[in-house]
């Protein structure tokens, strides 16, 4: 039994050796063609995930323009400020069309 569990051993060291040494040729040949993506995986990855991020970065942008709040009055910037951490975040999730043409 001890000599099967040695062969066995040995045999997976030795492939992941030899699947190892394969992989630079592997990343090479990848590297060397165009990786296209279509516009229905671009579509989901949207709905699925842009999006629902989208909504979490503008509440937390919401928080943080309530946070820095008394910071940006006295310096006037209230207006950058709310572009920046509730317009924009809120644009994206919301206002964007549906499909995004310009990452297709």
């Known amino acids: 039994m001890k000599g099967l569990r ?8 030795i492939s992941i050796f030899i699947g190892g040494m394969n992989l630079n040729s592997w990343a ?3 590297r060397g ?3 296209k993506v279509s516009g229905d995986l671009l579509n989901t990855l949207d709905i699925l995930f842009a999006r629902p ?3 979490v970065a503008a509440a937390a942008g919401t928080c943080l323009f309530v946070v820095g709040l008394p910071f940006t009055l006295p310096s006037r ?10 317009v924009k975040p809120w644009e994206f999730s919301f206002v964007r069309e549906f499909p995004d043409e310009d990452y297709i």
Do not use: A, N, P
């Open 77 to 86: 910037s209230v207006r950058e400020s709310f572009d920046i951490f509730v």
């Open 53 to 55: 991020v989208g909504i």
């Open 28 to 30: 090479q040949e990848i």
């Open 33 to 35: 063609q165009e990786m």
């Open 6 to 13: 040695k062969s066995i051993f040995l045999f997976l060291i």
